[in-house]
């Protein structure tokens, strides 16, 4: 069978940067290493007066297409996943074919586009629709762009405001893929929930820790759900497990419980019983609380052993690089997570091709999604065409009073006039608005 897969991926960042240990932490009055330690991150990307989620999904494309050398009629289908759209009618994927158009001879009349929506994990289920279309025979030799897009934002004092984020990742899906394979096993953990949700509002309504307890929950799921059509996981066979990563903090705990549940029964377990005694199994105990507590007590302990240090600098850490300069990019968090981690192997010399990937979504409301990924022999070249570092370095660096304006001026319910802070060159901008309410875009020179 032919492999299905990521041929390309490219990176979009919004253009503006809060440094949250700098900038923020003062204005709230907060120790700045609740956000370098605790959260785990040390900036935010953010969009500036003239970006939004069309502008930094329309320029991931152009990038990816121009890189890969792709004209549109390579491209047969074209999803867009965000959970910031403006329009309950009209899909982002139309506005975003209708920027590249203008920049290409040929048009996009015959790619089927459609939107995504599961909060943060609709990114990886148009990955599922692109490999499912292709596998079907359904793509006449064409391939599939998906693009993940969000602004990120917070009401002004929600919690997850230091969580926030904008960016947008696109990835271009064919058969014989140069960067990894994506397996057709996969696990669900999925459940009606009520932790992270927009009513018919901009800003998120959030019960941020039952949010995180719900995260781990669902993600135990599709761990155990994974295994059972895959067989066991163990800690050898995976190079990274990219998370979706709201925040890394979030993934620390992810790691944590992945790890506990991948070593059970395994010689590790044995190994680490001499030190810090065998996992508590909930048979072992009269009541839930009990096996609660042991559970408690199993992992202040695992998280101190050499061993699992180890395995979480070599295993997730380096999937976090990147989110902890730009946030939350919700939909397409996790494929940063695997960029990050891809990139600081390429950086460290290593070679991959043939490793696997352990790739964990999350989706509130809820639910989450296991899969492995096969590292292909182009990965190299994929990641080293990124400009990332170059994009990180270049975003305008705001001080308090920039944020608030451009906070207000991204804001819908608010009408305010904010001048520009950085000048975009050779990329889509928003130019203001259409008779009928829509958004018009145009490319800068
Ligand atoms: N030094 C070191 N660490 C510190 C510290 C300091 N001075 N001060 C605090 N910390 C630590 C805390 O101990 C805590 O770590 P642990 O959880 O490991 O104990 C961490 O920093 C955060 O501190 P708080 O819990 O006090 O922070 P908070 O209550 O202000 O906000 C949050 C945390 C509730 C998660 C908030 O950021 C939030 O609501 N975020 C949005 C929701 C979210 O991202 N949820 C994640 C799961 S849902 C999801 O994944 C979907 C999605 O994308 C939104």
Redesign the pocket.
């Known amino acids: 069978m032919t492999a299905v897969g990521i041929d390309a991926i490219e990176i979009w960042t919004g253009n503006l940067k809060l440094d949250l240990p700098g900038t923020f932490a003062p204005e709230k009055g907060?120790?700045p290493?609740?956000y370098t330690?605790?959260?785990g991150l040390t900036a935010s990307s953010f969009p500036d007066s003239y970006e939004d989620i069309v502008t930094m999904a329309a320029n991931a494309a152009h990038r990816l297409m121009e890189r890969k050398g792709l004209e549109p009629e390579d491209i047969g289908r074209i999803d867009v996943a965000t959970e910031s759209a403006f329009d309950n009618s009209k899909p982002v994927s139309t506005y975003v074919a209708g920027c590249l158009e203008t920049v290409y001879d040929g048009d996009f009349h015959h790619a089927n586009k459609g939107e995504r929506k599961f909060?943060?994990i609709a990114g990886t289920q148009s990955l599922d629709d692109a490999y499912n279309w292709i596998r079907a025979g359904r793509n006449r030799g064409r391939g599939a762009l998906v693009i993940a897009t969000d602004t990120?934002l917070?009401a002004r004092g929600?919690?997850?405001e230091?969580?926030q984020g904008a960016g947008a990742v696109a990835m271009y899906i064919a058969e014989d893929p140069d960067l990894v394979e994506l397996s057709a096993e996969q696990g669900y953990g999925s459940a009606d929930e009520t932790?992270?949700l927009k009513p018919n509002q901009q800003f998120?309504s959030?019960d941020?820790?039952r949010?995180?307890q719900?995260?781990l929950a669902r993600m135990r799921e599709a761990l155990e759900d994974y295994e059972s059509v895959a067989g066991d996981v163990h800690p050898d066979d995976i190079v990274f497990a990219p998370f979706?990563t709201?925040?890394p903090?979030?993934v620390?705990?992810a790691a944590m419980l992945a790890y506990r549940h991948i070593t059970r029964d395994t010689a590790i377990e044995d190994e680490l019983a001499e030190e810090i005694g065998r996992q508590p199994r909930p048979e072992a105990f009269d009541t839930d609380d009990a096996y609660r507590d042991a559970l408690r007590e199993y992992m202040d302990a695992l998280k101190g052993t050499a061993r699992y240090q180890e395995w979480y600098d070599a295993t997730i850490d380096p999937t976090l690089t990147l989110s902890r300069e730009v946030g939350?990019w919700?939909t397409g968090?996790v494929h940063v997570a695997r960029v990050s981690a891809l990139k600081t192997a390429l950086e460290a010399g290593r070679d991959l091709t043939g490793e696997q990937l352990l790739v964990g979504s999350?989706?509130?409301g809820a639910q989450a999604e296991i899969h492995a990924e096969t590292i292909q022999d182009g990965w190299e070249d994929e990641i080293a065409a990124l400009n990332v570092d170059e994009q990180l370095a270049n975003r305008y660096d705001m001080s308090w009073d920039d944020y608030e304006e451009i906070h207000d001026a991204h804001n819908h319910d608010m009408d305010v006039d904010v001048e520009e802070f950085t000048t975009p060159s050779e990329e889509f901008v928003f130019d203001g608005w259409g008779r009928m309410g829509e958004r018009k875009y145009r490319y800068v020179e």
Do not use: I, Q, W
């Open positions: 907060e120790d290493e609740k330690k605790g959260l909060a943060c990120a917070y929600d919690a997850g230091a969580t932790d992270f998120p959030v941020g820790k949010s995180v719900v995260y979706h709201p925040f903090g979030m620390r705990k939350n919700y968090s999350y989706g509130s």
